[in-house]
């Protein structure tokens, strides 16, 4: 399983920025696949995640209302669409697939079997 993502960079505070994760497990729709994300010095945390096949998605509080995850099988790409960034934002951010997404929580890190390489969000 291979995870790939794309579509970091560097916005002003109050921008929009657009991830992709691409991966042939988006498709198969039996994982849960999750967005985390990385600032120095601090832990990983969770951001987002989605269970196509029972339509339920999932926030952190930090992000509700402004970052929106979706998925498109067709492509085999997971988004998330993150509006109003703000300097707390900057992090690596990495895509994640959960081979279990009925068991625990969300953002329960040791659930995602499959991780990709991480992509760069700077916000200033």
């Known amino acids: 399983v291979q995870l790939a993502e794309s579509g970091g960079g560097s916005v002003q505070a109050g921008g929009s920025l657009k991830l992709s994760c691409a991966g042939d497990?988006?498709?198969?729709?039996?994982?849960?696949m999750g967005w985390f994300r990385q600032a120095p010095g601090k832990a990983r945390e969770g951001v987002a995640a989605?269970?196509?096949?029972?339509?339920?998605?999932y926030y952190s509080d930090s992000v509700k209302g402004r970052f929106t995850i979706s998925q498109d099988n067709a492509k085999e790409t997971v988004y998330l669409q993150m509006n109003s960034l703000k300097p707390e934002d900057t992090a690596m951010y990495y895509c994640?697939?959960?081979?279990?997404?009925?068991?625990?929580?969300?953002?329960?890190?040791?659930?995602?079997?499959?991780w990709g390489q991480g992509t760069q969000v700077t916000v200033s």
């Open positions: 989605i269970y196509w096949s029972a339509g339920r998605t």
């Open positions: 497990t988006v498709s198969s729709n039996r994982y849960r």
């Open positions: 994640a697939a959960d081979p279990d997404p009925y068991g625990g929580f969300w953002d329960r890190q040791s659930k995602y079997h499959y």
